[in-house]
């Protein structure tokens, strides 16, 4: 085993990179959860948002259309889930599974005969002088716009809950449907948008994933990202900056894991693939005894009556 | 305007409407999706539906139907009880892979031993493999209120990593030439779930499947632990008054959905599938989630689904070999299934109604 192998500043570099994918999920759905719904479809969107970015930036040659395209089509598969529990008053958890498992099919379909391409390539941030600097260079400068979309994405998704107006509202909503709709708020309007918005990030991040991350499409590549963007939302008690430190976490753990691979550690393989799943779990477990600061009317259907 | 006023009871009429009418809702827009990919879509549905019941071929796919929907069944079985209770195992796949693991291993233990003990063994191994794999969210929850749904499906990724490491270390076949995967069970008479009568299709899982369902429908009907889990499910604040410990209900349901989870892996690595390898787990853990939901969460109704489910399955096979369809399109097909369900549902709990609201 060789760990001199591994090299800190990439390592650093290539745990940004890791993270965004998550990230980015992890803040939709985190505004879905804000205002009261569970949206467990996120590994449904995810995966098409990959195949829809895949598809489009491949026919047009645009990675940015083809990030277009990815939340477009997430958007619009979370419109499912939307009809169905916000009109159709279905069970969320039951819903959320259906458009998992939807989207896992939807996405194989969708892709057929895309495997095996290279997608053109994401622009990266390169600006003289900075990007060359000697290890904060590659670090702060060095990487493709959509980790800087994501950073910026938690940034303002903090400030619209914290300091807007519409940001409040979206809270009150998720805190107690039946008294925002009291107070002439529309309950049912804000979580569709809600939903929409989370569906368009878990579209973004699968497409990063199959765009930037690996980069290519194969069946079921998200594997299983979208369940941990929904286990990061738990971990950052609904908090914008923690999703970023979760996230950072997260794809620490993964780069490390891997990196450890390639250096020939004397653990399997296969236990080292296992350890991004089961530090979830542990995060999971450490962070589940503060229950309070779940919106307080997360999962609940509501039926306005009058 | 459309709006929707709350019946006072769930209506029974439409209780066993609504899954007819979400199949075929679903065989509509399901030709409507085989049209778009550029097949007849009346062929397609009637080789999925009619071919493997009627066709000319379906003495050899009869049998299948038992195959394929013993393990539905049984994991479905298990999950409803959690299902009604409101504690979701989503995890059955990873429960599936560790009960096969568990039933194979035990039995690979004995080898080239032949004795009668053996499959019981096996069977008890591989429902042991199960429970414990559903254990880890069940004590999690109730010891620091862990969510349950990401945990058991945290544990599918972890089952399946574990699958690939024994199918190229442990278990691994010696007289294998260096390819993965286990030892053949089905050559291994001890070991081998073979089929009860020959030529139907019908093995030892699919008779834990039958006893499973008579088990649940005595269970929830007949037991005062099934009226607590329907309590449960319906009036949370009630039953935590009538006395009925949550914890209680938590371990239950989980450690029995991955007891049965457990015990569709063991059958199926002993029986139809006859080996451990790394691509041994095909999805049932998370079509029986389908299979719960369209069954109603009701033992009967979970027995036809399941039934129904497999037919998807082998009807599916066949239009991928003779009309080309891809695989994807099935999957797809089934997911469509559990929403148009899920969509239709609501006129269970409440009633349409047109034009404007009177003043009340």
Redesign the interface.
């Known amino acids: 085993m060789d760990l001199s192998a591994i090299n800190p500043v990439l390592l650093v570099a290539s745990l940004m990179v890791a993270a965004t994918a998550v990230m980015i999920a992890a803040i939709g759905e985190l505004i879905v959860e804000r205002a009261g719904v569970l949206n467990?479809g996120v590994e449904g969107m995810m995966i098409t948002g990959a195949i829809c970015g895949f598809a489009v930036a491949v026919q047009t040659g645009s990675p940015l259309l083809g990030f277009v395209a990815a939340a477009g089509g997430g958007a619009l598969l979370s419109m499912?889930f939307a009809?169905?529990t916000q009109f159709?008053?279905?069970?969320q958890?039951?819903?959320g599974?259906?458009l998992t498992?939807?989207?896992?099919?939807?996405s194989?379909?969708l892709?057929?005969g895309y495997q095996g391409i290279k997608p053109p390539a994401t622009p990266r941030l390169d600006i003289p002088m900075l990007s060359d600097l000697p290890v904060v260079g590659r670090i702060l400068f060095g990487h493709d716009l959509m980790v800087y979309f994501g950073l910026a994405l938690v940034a303002a998704t903090w400030a619209f809950l914290k300091y807007t107006r519409a940001g409040l509202v979206l809270r009150a909503v998720g805190e107690n449907h039946d008294a925002a709709h009291a107070l002439g708020y529309k309950v049912i309007r804000i979580r569709v948008m809600a939903i929409a918005f989370g569906g368009a990030c878990a579209g973004l991040g699968g497409a990063y994933i199959s765009l930037i991350r690996v980069p290519q499409w194969t069946?079921g590549m998200t594997?299983?990202i979208g369940?941990?963007a929904?286990?990061l939302v738990?971990f950052a008690s609904w908090k914008p900056w923690r999703v970023l430190l979760g996230a950072y976490l997260f794809g620490g753990v993964t780069v490390l894991q891997l990196n450890l691979q390639a250096a020939g550690l004397a653990i399997?393989v296969?236990?080292l693939?296992?350890s991004p799943?089961?530090i979830?779990?542990l995060v999971?477990?450490i962070m589940?005894?503060d229950?309070s600061r779940a919106p307080a009317s997360l999962g609940r259907v509501f039926?306005a009556?009058? | 305007m459309v709006r929707l006023e709350k019946r006072l009871q769930p209506s029974a009429v439409f209780a066993w409407a609504t899954p007819v009418m979400a199949v075929i809702a679903t065989m509509i827009f399901g030709g409507l999706l085989f049209a778009a990919l550029g097949k007849d879509p009346l062929v397609a549905i009637r080789t999925i539906f009619w071919d493997p019941l009627f066709g000319q071929y379906a003495f050899f796919y009869r049998p299948q139907l038992l195959v394929k929907g013993g393990p539905l069944i049984l994991i479905a079985i298990g999950l409803s009880l959690g299902f009604r209770a409101g504690i979701w195992n989503i995890g059955a796949e990873g429960q599936y892979i560790m009960g096969a693991i568990c039933g194979a291993g035990a039995g690979l233990a004995f080898y080239p031993l032949e004795a009668w003990y053996i499959f019981p063994i096996m069977v008890l191994a591989g429902a042991l493999g199960g429970w414990v794999w559903a254990m880890i969210p069940g004590v999690l929850k109730v010891k620091f209120g862990t969510n349950e749904i990401l945990v058991s499906l945290m544990l599918v990724y972890v089952a399946e990593q574990f699958l690939a490491s024994v199918s190229l270390g442990l278990l691994k076949n010696p007289q294998g030439f260096g390819f993965p995967g286990s030892r053949n069970l089905q050559q291994y008479p001890s070991a081998h779930n073979a089929e009860i009568f020959e030529g139907t299709g019908m093995h030892w899982g699919v008779a834990a499947a039958l006893i499973a369902v008579i088990f649940a429908y005595v269970l929830l009907s007949r037991h005062q632990l099934g009226y607590h889990i329907r309590l449960t499910g319906e009036a949370p604040r009630a039953a935590k008054f009538a006395g009925v410990s949550p914890s209680r209900l938590i371990l239950f349901c989980l450690g029995i959905s991955g007891a049965f989870a457990g015990l569709a892996g063991m059958f199926e690595a002993s029986g139809p599938a006859g080996q451990i390898t790394i691509d041994f787990n095909t999805g049932y853990g998370f079509t029986a989630i389908i299979v719960a939901f369209l069954g109603r969460l009701h033992p009967v109704g979970i027995l036809l689904a399941g039934l129904l489910m497999a037919l998807t399955y082998i009807g599916g096979e066949i239009a991928q070999s003779s009309l080309g369809l891809p695989s994807a399109a099935i999957q797809m097909f089934q997911g469509m299934l559990l929403f148009f369900l899920l969509a239709v549902d609501v006129l269970t709990g409440y009633r349409i109604r047109f034009g404007q609201r009177e003043a009340a």
């Open positions: 467990l499912l009809f169905l159709a008053l279905a069970n958890v039951a819903s599974l259906a498992l939807f989207g896992l099919g939807l194989a379909l892709g057929q069946e594997a299983g369940w941990i929904l286990a738990v399997p296969e236990y693939s296992m799943y089961l979830t779990i999971l477990v589940s005894a229950k039926h009556t009058h």
